[in-house]
């Protein structure tokens, strides 16, 4: 497959310059703690904050240990294999498909039975983020119905404004949705579906898509995820770090080959807390210096 040898093959062509070096670093489960810190989940949270001081276990062995009541020091590299497909598939209001879908990519097998234990038992452990789903349509629903009322739903609202229903996060960036209407629902019969025109990620067309509260929690999470590394480009950069190529949660940068430059000072700066989040927002990164571009 030509496209996928290319495809394969891009990351080792860009070589750092003569005299230079590549510094790079990326977020450690950024749409995960975002996630959490728009829907309030504390004991997430909080987890998070204890694993980067390394007085907490992972995030994995721990959400496996939350949702089957399983003690810490009992949970298996297998039972944190399930912790991990868990939080990557069910975030964003994932069922048995997602969770299967993701399960086949990590080699695993389970059952639909024991598929659908799992992600009851992962929305058992994460109340708030389950009620930040219907909340989140609750509110578009309400705001695309009354034109000119904010509707608050925690760290996020929403209004009508002319031909946009508006998403407003955190920082005061807003994502617009165009033409917003309640339509009968494409798939089940006597519901309505949350709506708007835009370009059907199937199809590739304009035309009108259906969206849901896990969908919406998806576009904050990684608005604000995206917000975060935009903000903390400013003092990467301002440290003489040369940014080169930003890769979804990764930022790449060109420097001069010598000590002063550390993969360690550059995660540092990418994962401060912005001044929007009040450093409740618990961020980590990793990171790694290489003369030739790759996967990390």
Known sequence: NPARACAVALRGAIIADE?????IADFANIEGRVLAWLAGEDWKLKAFADYGKG??????????SKSFHVPLDQVTDDMRQIGKVQELALGFQGAAGAF???????????????????VNAWREANPNIVQFWR?????????????????????VAFNRWGEWLRMILPNETVLCYCQPAIVPHPKFANSTSLSYLGVNSYTRKWERVHTYGGKLAENATQKVARDVLKSNSLSIDAEGYAIVLPVHDETVTEVPDTKDFTTERLCALLSQSPWWAYEHLPLAAAGFETYRYRKG
């Open 100 to 118: 299967g879908t993701m399960m086949r990519l990590y080699g695993m097998s389970l059952s639909d039975a024991a598929i659908k234990e799992v």
């Open 19 to 23: 005299g230079k070096k590549l510094v």
């Open 135 to 155: 909340d989140l349509e609750d509110a578009a629903r309400e705001a695309t119905l009354t034109p000119g009322r904010t509707i608050a739903v925690g760290k």
């Open 55 to 64: 007085v907490g276990p992972d995030m994995y062995r721990l959400g496996y």
